[in-house]
Nanobody
Framework: QVQLVESGGDLVQPGGSLTLSCAAS????????MGWYRQAPGKQREMVAS???????SYGDSVKGRFTISRDNVKKTVYLRMNSLKPEDTGVYYC???????????????WGQGTQVTVSS
């Protein structure tokens, strides 16, 4: 059984910073790509950032230059460092990991439970 546990969401003032983390556990063979998505009230879920080993990370246009995604393969964890936060960054942030587990034997997407980020004064 694979589980993803997110943490780091909080209420922060505009211009502030937060770091989100998403740790995977269970019978994991290998993790392919990792990513962060967010969903604001009344809007569709959108890709924020993604990272694959050996490839430059990708970012959504609205967060380029402010957010940084990174991964620790030993800890099976993906991070999202968010700087210069704006009210429009408010939403529920979800991590997604594409990984292969011993039980299934093929790659599949797994999603975290979501963590709330609120940017407000």
């Amino acid at each position: 059984q694979v589980q993803l546990v997110e943490s780091g969401g909080d209420l922060v003032q505009p211009g502030g910073s937060l770091t989100l983390s998403c740790a995977a556990s269970g019978s994991i063979v290998r993790i392919n790509d990792m990513g962060w998505y967010r969903q604001a009230p009344g809007k569709q879920r959108e890709m924020v950032a993604s990272i694959i080993d050996g490839v430059s990370p990708s970012y959504g246009d609205s967060v380029k230059g402010r957010f940084t995604i990174s991964r620790d393969n030993v800890k099976k964890t993906v991070y999202l460092r968010m700087n210069s936060l704006k009210p429009e960054d408010t939403g529920v942030y979800y991590c997604r990991l594409n990984l292969k587990s011993y039980s299934l034997g093929y790659y599949q997407n797994y999603w975290g439970q979501g963590t709330q980020v609120t940017v407000s004064s």
